[in-house]
């Protein structure tokens, strides 16, 4: 009867050491979790906070966007750079690790899971996606190294996420204030955060956009009408439906602007349907839009940019509505800039400026073996005198006009033109400028 006291009595208290056990790791766990969401309140930089997190889950934590931008990383993740590139002082994820998390569905898996998850491949990983209005920005990845992962890592991961969405969304630390994860990389490009055109082009695989040759930028004047980013639905449909009538183009909210890479394989990137169908789109929505020159190098897209915000600005004074090409402004450009007293205007590069009849002629002449440019050039120095150019190139007046007929056939342009003709001499005067200044 004593044995039989004493085992009961030993069942029951071991069970209350494992009840109270459990308790103490609930209570440790609700601790732990209460310090994670203190930090929020604690410390203004996303580092800070997820150095609190590492603290129980011992492994480098780091927080990159949707574009693999790392844009936060704990104290033991700042010692790992064997998986990290970095190009203009920022550190993006290496793209042969790009490569592996898409072939194994690890990017679909963030994005459409709303919990952490451990994810196991040649290391193991926690991740966790970071949403704004259910709408992932950014993204958490811890990596086992230290020790091994526990369940209850995973409800620390989560604690974070909530966490590092409201800093993000306090300090308006996401740029992806449309919801659409090709912003970032477009904003890499517009605040010149990359300088390697073959790593723009590697990283410009991974989302649903084909880098052609002809590009142009499109910048529209929009004031969201909140400040805070979360009331973002009617800017977020203007992007998706203009997107719709761009094509082949990619986005981002900036400088109170929605802005517009589109690039096409057609020397036309924006063809007469596309034109159409924008100023339909901008007459309904009583909105205005700015295009750039045509261009091929994306690391001139800062100027290119500011060539679109210039055409609207230089085309209040030109009468003209809803849509504005620098193209045909550049002349006012050159005005303006010339009397500006304003520090803060942005000097576009004089060689963005050249219009891309001059490149073209220049490419065709050299594949070719001929002289189109040269004769064009030597045409309008001379007051466009047909008797003086075959002259000056030693040939008959039957081949200049030969020549002609190629240049506007290749071109697909009229030399009768004025406008054409100006904006050619214009070119060919800012290239003789360069070089003399150079």
């Keep these: 009867m004593d044995l039989l006291f004493f085992d009961c009595n030993l069942i029951i208290n071991n069970k209350m050491l494992n009840r109270r056990k459990l308790m103490d790791e609930k209570n440790m766990l609700y601790m732990k979790k209460c310090e994670i969401y203190d930090s ?13 997190t590492e603290k129980y889950l011992n492994n480098p934590i780091f927080i990159l966007d949707t574009s693999y931008h790392i844009i936060a990383r704990s104290n033991l993740a700042k010692t790992i750079n064997s998986s990290i590139e970095t190009h203009n002082g920022e550190n993006y994820l290496l793209l042969d690790i790009i490569q592996l998390m898409i072939k194994e569905n690890c990017i679909d898996t963030i994005y459409t899971k709303h919990n952490s998850f451990f994810h196991y491949s040649t290391q193991s ?7 704004v209005m259910d709408i992932t920005v950014a993204y958490i990845c811890v990596l086992q190294i230290n020790r091994d992962f526990e369940e209850e890592d995973l409800e620390l991961a989560n604690v974070l996420s909530k966490v590092a969405s409201m800093h993000m969304q306090k300090e308006n630390l996401f740029i992806s204030s449309s919801g659409l994860d090709e912003e970032y990389y477009l904003m890499d490009l517009l605040i010149n955060r990359i300088n390697n055109i073959q790593y723009v082009k590697e990283r410009l695989k991974y989302i649903n956009f084909n880098l052609n040759k002809n590009c142009l930028m499109l910048s529209i004047p929009f004031k969201q009408k909140y400040k805070d980013s979360r009331h973002n639905f009617g800017l977020k449909e203007l992007m998706k439906r203009l997107k719709n009538i761009l094509g082949n183009c990619i986005s981002t909210y900036y400088k109170d602007r929605i802005v517009f890479l589109v690039s096409s394989e057609c020397e036309q990137v924006m063809t007469t349907n596309i034109r159409k169908n924008l100023l339909e789109f901008l007459k309904l929505n009583n909105l205005n839009c700015g ?10 897209i800062q100027d290119f940019f500011h060539q679109s915000m210039y055409a609207i600005e230089l085309s209040k004074n030109l009468e003209v509505n809803f849509i504005a090409y620098f193209e045909e402004c550049i002349d006012s450009y050159l005005f303006y800039i010339s009397e500006s007293t304003n520090s803060d205007s942005h000097k576009i590069n004089l060689l963005t400026l050249v219009h891309p009849w001059i490149n073209k002629l220049m490419e065709f002449d050299k594949e070719n073996k001929s002289e189109f440019l040269k004769t064009l050039q030597i045409y309008i120095e001379n007051n466009r005198n047909a008797n003086i150019t075959s002259s000056k190139l030693n040939i008959h007046r ?8 190629k240049i506007q056939e290749f071109l697909g342009i009229s030399l009768d033109n004025s406008n054409n003709l100006f904006n050619l001499e214009l070119s060919f005067k800012i290239l003789n400028y360069t070089i003399i200044k150079n």
């Design 398 to 405: 039957s081949t200049l006009f030969y020549r002609f007929n």
């Design 40 to 52: 929020l309140f604690a410390n203004t930089n996303l580092d800070d906070i997820i150095n609190i």
């Design 125 to 131: 990983f926690i991740f966790c996606s970071i949403r």
């Design 291 to 300: 295009i750039s020159i045509v261009f091929e190098n994306l690391l001139d």
